[in-house]
Structure formats: structure tokens, C-alpha cells
């Protein structure tokens, strides 16, 4: 097992794993798959990893911005997906553990995520790893026009004070 950076020469296994998110319907509200160079865009220069076992990419996970403003550059949000052959296996939360280290290596202090209410699983990885139930967004967004809740949750930092 290793992790790799996200590149634009593995970009397509992401997209694969990002779409197969997409397709169960609460993973996102994405409802595309975004090119390389809009994601990488959308995206902090750290904190973008691949979870490779037996060279098979299992899973990726990658930090965003939360806000431009000076005051919030210590903050991120974070994605986790697991290919769908590869989940249930403890993959999620070596990508989330991974993530958070690298976050504190570059100093980031908070970590955010918003979960549809419906992804138990999400729910349970990020609890599962540190992060605390915030509060939630009630029907913030339609998706197949649907409204769907977001709750969201966060990390504080222990090492970043």
C-alpha cells in the first residue's frame, strides 16, 4: 500500500472513481465530472493523494479551499471516495488518516466535510476519525431533483494551535 499525488497522468482513475461517487446519488452534488484542469484548480498544491495497494488505485483524497480570505487559509475541506469494488475494506479511513497528517504538515488547522444525510458510511469514516457533527444545511441543494440536507462536520487540529 502507498500513497501517490494526484497528477494529471492518473487524473482519469480519479474521474473514474469521482463518477462512480456521481452515480450513487450521495457522494456529491456534482453531477459531471470536472476536467483536470478545473479540478486541479479547485484544489489546495498539497493534500491530493491516490491510495494504490498492489498497484491497483483503490480510492483518492484530496483538500480544497474553503474560502480565499486570508483569515481561512489554515482552513479545507475534504473529499474521500473509494472505488465501489474496493469499499468496506479500511481504505477510507487510511485516505482520511493520510489526509489529515498531510493537512497538519502544511498547517492547516481545521478540516471540513459536508455529507449528504443519506451517506452513513461517510458519516460514520469521519466520525471515525476525529471530526464532530457542526450542525446541518437543511435542503441546500437539489440533485435529480431531490432536496437533499448537508451535515456538516469538522476537525480541529491537536498539533496546530
Known sequence: MKFVEITSLNYPSVAKIYQEG???GMATFEETV??????KNNHLPF???LLLVENEIVGWASLAPTSKR??????AEVSVYVAKDHQGKGYGRQLLNELIQISENNGLWTLQAGIMRENQSSINLHKNCGFR?????EKVAKLQGIWR???LFERRSKTII
Open 133 to 137: 457533527e457542526i450542525g446541518f444545511r
Open 47 to 49: 493534500g491530493n493523494i
Open 22 to 24: 456521481i452515480e450513487t
Open 149 to 151: 440536507d448537508n451535515i
Open 34 to 39: 470536472p476536467d483536470w484542469e478545473t479540478w
Open 70 to 75: 486570508n483569515a481561512y487559509r489554515g482552513v
